[in-house]
């Protein structure tokens, strides 16, 4: 099996490369003074950059800077103090990583590292484009904020639609074994049906040798 290689991206090229990365996958161009305050990490699979997360421990989330203004008055949520709080942003995975082994360690890392931040709460925000932050928040099972039209800022690219919401570092790791366990019963049937198709093939081939 190829090895992942899990680099935490530091210097302002590997930056420029994962954000130019992150908006043709997803059609967001993320503020370079917002990646560099993040903590990066890029998933590299034969020296190529296959997968990315970025991490945000410390305030000036972008998420909730798309939250209308009403909301914010009127949600619980935003009486929390912010240096409770962490924001996953930037998630892809790339179709290079299509084996269930290969996702599988992609989100187990990701998952230690939101652990490790030790912050309460967990910001996530999901637009049409993001199904790797789909999938993620049917295993965080989070907590909407926001749903809706986003507060557009001056100048950004966004999406029609948003989805902001929180969930706590460990209703994500009591929630992960569940898409963690599919992913391992994918990677298993993959497995059976490799080994079935090369019965198959060698079954024909020694059929064709006694015809």
Known sequence: MEKLKFKTITNQKDTEAVLEKIESNLGVRLPLSYATNSKIVGIFLRGKLSACYMLVTKPGFRSLLFVPDETKRNSKFFK????????????WIGPALKSPSMQLKVWAHLIKDIFMSRKRFVVLMQNSNNKCMERFMSMANPTCIYEGEPFVM?????????RVSFATRWSIVLNAPKYLNELFQRRQRARNFSTKQSYVRSLKQSNSEFA
Not at 80 to 91: A, H, Q, R, T, Y
């Open 80 to 91: 929390n103090d912010e240096f409770e709080m962490m924001e996953v942003n930037g998630l």
């Open 154 to 162: 001056a100048r950004e690219k966004t999406h029609n639609t948003i």
